[in-house]
């Protein structure tokens, strides 16, 4: 059976405990990123959510004031004839 001497122990612990700390050094680093999109992601839904709603409020708002407002065009007035 080899025996390490100790200080050749403790190196080699020392070493694994650094690999092991870069690994998770560049995991946390990974998450910290996919946090990041995750967020941005959120936003854009949010936003388009937002949008879409403004959008649909003005039409009601607007389909209001218009609603009583005759007419300037019939039908008729907007077909095309072709010959």
């Known amino acids: 059976m080899r025996h390490f001497p100790i200080f050749r122990a403790k190196r080699y612990l020392s070493f694994i405990a650094n690999i ?3 690994d ?3 995991e ?3 998450m910290k990123q996919m ?3 995750i967020s941005r992601k959120i936003d ?3 936003d388009e959510s937002m949008t879409a709603t403004l959008m649909k409020l003005s039409e009601e708002s607007i389909s209001e004031l218009y609603e009583d407002e005759p007419d300037l065009y019939s039908v008729a007035d907007l077909k ?3 010959k």
Do not use: H, N, P, T
């Open 20 to 22: 092991e700390d870069m």
């Open 24 to 26: 998770i050094e560049a």
């Open 28 to 30: 946390v680093v990974e």
């Open 35 to 37: 946090l990041v999109d």
């Open 44 to 46: 854009d839904v949010l």
């Open 80 to 82: 095309v004839r072709y």
